[in-house]
């Protein structure tokens, strides 16, 4: 799993749960809609912790805070706190504005992943090749997984096949160096410009984004079907 021998600073994961979970039909939060018993988050961080994640900054309604820390009670790494704001990518800048202060050399080598905490069944492993992938120069990672339906494009009088072999459906966590994902926040701020993920922030500033290998068990629990696939994943010992 990650490497800690030799790395001083700590590995770092926002973990965006914020959102609602009205789509799953739950009454509750999303990152705290059970399975098997245990909140999603919950899951969510102890994978984290398992593929090399030293902290995690959870971004959460403070509203019924409670239910958040109460689901981290037992969490294998120190948790820090934040607020979400009106945008996923508010959310993470709220994350990172509670990161501790470091050194200007260790701050921007720092490796910052970001997470959905509906993607609850990550394999651990698959965090550890974000992490290496990082320590290894990249400025910005992303784990994908190959599209595996057939893809139409709207067009202007009907659409048009998009050739699948050369399409990657993009996961979370997403890791990055510290320095990188500041700048990005930093810059899109100041333009007052909303992009989907903080990949696409970190090519707003002119970096690369390095693609590896990510894990169909990362999908995300947003509807009731994926709800009953994650239930089995559980029952069969998967996750």
Not at 46 to 66: F, M, T, W
Not at 164 to 170: C, E, I, K, P
Not at 214 to 220: L, Q
Request: aromatic share 2%; with cysteine.
């Amino acid at each position: 799993m990650g490497e800690h021998i030799n790395n001083p600073v700590p590995v770092v994961a926002i973990v965006v749960a914020a959102g609602s979970g009205s789509r799953l039909g739950a009454e509750v939060p999303k990152a705290l809609v059970p399975v098997a018993g245990v909140p999603l988050l919950t899951r969510a961080v102890a994978q984290l912790a398992a593929g090399g994640v030293d902290e995690v900054v959870v971004v959460a309604p403070v509203e019924g805070r409670e239910a958040f820390v109460d689901a981290l009670a037992g969490a294998p790494v120190p948790v820090t706190w934040a607020d979400g704001g009106a945008e996923r990518q508010h959310s993470v800048a709220h994350g990172m504005g509670v990161l501790p202060d470091l050194p200007a050399a260790d701050a921007d080598a720092q490796v910052v992943l970001v997470h959905d905490a509906a993607r609850a069944f990550l394999p651990a492993d698959m965090v550890a090749r974000v992490i290496d992938a990082v320590r290894a120069g990249a400025d910005a990672v992303v784990p994908v997984v190959p599209v595996t339906d057939s893809v139409r494009e709207l067009v202007e009088d009907g659409s048009t096949v998009v050739d699948r072999a050369r399409l990657r459906a993009v996961q979370t966590p997403q890791g990055f160096r510290r320095g990188v994902l500041e700048e990005a926040h930093r810059v899109l701020a100041e333009s007052d410009t909303i992009v989907t993920d903080d990949a696409a922030a970190a090519e707003y500033i002119g970096c690369t984004v390095t693609l590896v290998e990510g894990s169909r068990d990362a999908f995300k629990v947003t509807e009731p079907l994926d709800r009953v696939l994650a239930e089995a994943l559980v029952a069969w010992g998967v996750s």
